[in-house]
């Protein structure tokens, strides 16, 4: 499985960003697809998640009702609608997918979001 991520880039504080990720390959070996970001000086963090097998979506508390994880089935993507940012959404967003054991098993490369204050 192939992702690849697309979309970040430089906003100030308050506004939006839209990231895509494409899933290419053996989609059908995964279970899901989410976001991880990961700031400077910082661990990996969750961000959100959705399961295919009845669309349930989970979000970090830190991005609730400001970021919103949907998908598009017939094109194996997701995307991230991020409103509301915050310069501590600041970091690099990494796509991931789960196989069918549920592991964090696929990995997109990284795509910088940035905030300004």
């Known amino acids: 499985v192939q992702l690849q991520a697309s979309g970040g880039g430089l906003v100030q504080a308050g506004g939006s960003l839209r990231l895509s990720c494409a899933a290419s390959g053996r989609t059908f070996s995964t279970n899901g697809m989410g976001w991880f970001r990961q700031a400077p000086g910082k661990e990996r963090e969750f961000v959100a998640r959705v399961i295919w097998n009845g669309g349930s979506t989970y979000y970090a508390d830190s991005v609730k009702g400001r970021f919103t994880l949907s998908r598009d089935n017939a094109k194996n993507a997701v995307y991230l609608q991020m409103n509301s940012l915050k310069p501590e959404d600041t970091a690099v967003y990494y796509c991931?997918?789960?196989?069918?054991?549920?592991?964090?098993?696929?990995w997109g490369q990284g795509t910088q979001v940035t905030v300004s204050s």
């Open positions: 991931a997918a789960t196989n069918n054991y549920v592991q964090w098993a696929y």
